[in-house]
């Protein structure tokens, strides 16, 4: 087997193991109906939202190769969300009450409903818990950053100080941080035992590298679980009626006639009321959640998935004669166009409630990923302005003068590795405007063509293992053997526009460097970066200092605190933010403004 073929994926199997080491079980399925129409599963699981799986089959695969000539990596910046999880406990105990209800269907095609292990596959007691697939999802992510960034891990052999792990409290953010260490550093214990100091180890190492991994308690944690510190957003963005309206208006076109659909069908031929089956607005929901965690967890659309497709296909186009079989496609065709269509409309309503309370249709929103960008920015400029020996910056040579021989003291960081939640990917992108750019406000009543061009997806943005990474390069040292005279000359002209830029604005001082940013493992331009991937740094910087970093989290998240009013650049940049798209909100400051208060009000 080549050696990239696991980390570029196959369809996983529908039998897995367990970590408590059983085979999980596997109902029969029968696959042939006429009375269903649904999409290929590779396109469901496009399509899930934030229930999507985690595209592994196609990412790339292989070393950093495309590095810009005359620039070295010297950090990494990762953000992930965890991998595939259950489902809460009082969903898996919602799945359960329905199947049972409905484990009386007489159709073709359902016969598994019967004996469908609903405690086994989805147990209450392990709600939330990172799933047998999210150990593979962080593992199989580690490996292939372990091929990519090679050279930054021979260079720089892991430490504490080096190699800084966080994350969110939560049980399946903290296995999903140890899940991406392991592939990280996979096989990387024996080469690094040719110190004097290592080879006099007493005793058996251990198989893996153990790292630290630091955490805040939930309500402290500002950068990975946000939302939970910060009242004012769990009072006035959460759950709230003006922050759903958009989603509820979208799903009360379409939902209500599906659970009249599948009522329909699901009765045909009964006899008595007591022998029909009523399926509610509220029913639809778990259909909806169990045919996206069978998916996600199980990577199958045979079980509940086809009660969505449940009616679209009919069993009288079947045994009609040679002539009609044009007529018989065309059925088909129409069906599954059918099929599609449901899908898209379940992922255009979770895109409508997540664009409201986590994304950019709340100006608020963004403030909660400005502790994120803050600490991004320190880190990144002690990476850029570090001893262009590889020594430590000037604040870090004299650790005894702190006072304590046990006080650890943080050197340059090589890569800062973070672990959260969907709302952590969301946040952060509203703060740095990824998916605003073209100014079109996600709504309720849009149509077709506006919604297949949306920017904000979550399918694409916050599935499952959803990840960013920033790549920080440094200009080669002109003493240095693989500067050659092109690239020097390179970063003296790009040095030379940087001043120019610069000159007259003192408050933007930034050392030289470039960063470019992967979504899911795959290039991105910047905002306000122009068409470039690579973006220099001082202009990214100026990019992150407008959006708001700095800010008075507390201040603006306290339910005791008045929130600031907007200043005049605030309130041009809110009044332009969806009309006139995230290059407007630049041009509304001059320079870098104060943080602000944002409105906890939808932009309508």
């Not at 110190?195 to 590298?209: A, H, Y």
């Not at 390069?473 to 390179?490: D, G, H």
Request: net charge negative; aromatic share 8%; with cysteine.
């Amino acid at each position: 087997m080549d050696e990239f073929e696991d980390l570029i994926g196959g369809k996983p199997s529908r039998s897995r193991t367990s970590f408590a080491g059983e085979e999980e079980v596997t109902p029969k399925v029968e696959t042939s109906s006429p009375l269903f129409s649904l999409p290929p599963l590779d396109w469901i699981r496009a399509h899930l939202g934030t229930k999507s799986p985690y595209p592994h089959e196609s990412r790339p695969v292989g070393p950093l190769e495309d590095a810009p000539e005359g620039y070295e990596l010297v950090q990494l910046q990762l953000i992930c969300r965890h991998g595939t999880r259950y489902p809460s406990a009082s969903k898996s105990i919602g799945f359960k009450k329905l199947a049972d209800r409905l484990k009386g269907v007489k159709l073709p095609g359902f016969e598994w409903i019967k004996d469908w292990p609903s405690d086994a596959l989805y147990p209450p007691a392990r709600g939330n818990l990172l799933s047998v697939q999210g150990d593979a999802d962080l593992y199989q992510i580690g490996r292939r950053f372990a091929i990519r960034y090679k050279t930054l891990l021979d260079k720089y052999p892991y430490d504490a100080n080096s190699y800084v792990f966080a994350s969110s409290a939560k049980s399946r953010s903290l296995q999903s941080a140890y899940g991406f260490s392991v592939g990280f550093f996979e096989g990387r214990l024996a080469a690094d035992s040719g110190s004097e100091v290592e080879k006099g180890v007493i005793g058996r190492r251990p198989p893996v590298q153990p790292v630290d991994i630091s955490m805040l308690p939930i309500g402290l944690d500002k950068e990975l679980a946000m939302k939970y510190a910060c009242p004012r957003w769990l009072e006035n963005v959460k759950d709230q009626p003006g922050i759903v309206h958009e989603n509820t208006q979208f799903q009360s076109k379409f939902v209500p006639v599906l659970a009249e659909r599948l009522t329909a069908v699901l009765s045909a031929g009964a006899k008595t009321p007591a022998d029909r089956f009523n399926i509610t607005v509220k029913d639809i929901d778990v259909l909806e959640n169990l045919c996206g965690f069978e998916v996600a967890m199980h990577n199958t659309e045979k079980t509940w998935c086809r009660f969505l497709g449940l009616g679209l296909s009919s069993s009288s186009s079947e045994g009609v004669d040679d002539g009609r079989e044009e007529e018989r496609e065309s059925r088909g065709m129409e069906a599954l166009a059918a099929a599609k269509d449901i899908f898209r409309k379940f992922e255009i309503a979770g895109d409508l409630g997540d664009f409201y309370t986590y994304g950019p249709g709340v100006p608020f929103n963004r403030h909660l990923g400005c502790k994120l960008g803050t600490s991004l920015v320190d880190s990144i400029e002690m990476a850029l302005t570090e001893d262009k020996t590889g020594g430590e910056s000037e604040p870090n040579k004299n650790p005894g003068a702190l006072g304590d021989d046990d006080e650890e003291v943080p050197g340059v960081s090589r890569a800062v590795l973070k672990f959260g939640h969907s709302e952590t990917i969301l946040f952060f992108s509203s703060f740095l405007g990824l998916y605003s750019q073209k100014g079109v406000l996600l709504t309720g009543d849009m149509t077709p063509k506006q919604y297949a061009e949306r920017e904000f997806r979550t399918s694409k943005i916050s599935q499952f293992a959803a990840n960013m990474a920033f790549e920080v390069y440094r200009p080669i040292a002109e003493t240095s053997p693989s500067s050659s005279r092109k690239s020097r000359r390179r970063l003296d002209t790009e040095a030379a526009a940087i001043d120019a830029r610069l000159d007259g604005d003192n408050t933007n001082s930034a050392p030289r460097g470039l960063i470019r940013l992967l979504v899911n493992e795959v290039p991105m331009v910047l905002p306000g970066c122009g068409s470039d991937y690579f973006c220099e740094w001082s202009t990214f910087k100026t990019v992150l200092q407008r959006a708001g970093t700095g800010c008075d989290f507390d201040s603006c998240c306290s339910t005791l605190t008045k929130p600031s009013p907007p200043s005049v650049p605030e309130k041009e940049a809110q009044a332009s933010v969806m009309s006139r798209g995230f290059r407007a909100v630049q041009a509304a400051f001059k320079k870098p403004q104060l943080p602000v208060c944002l409105s906890v009000d939808p932009i309508v």
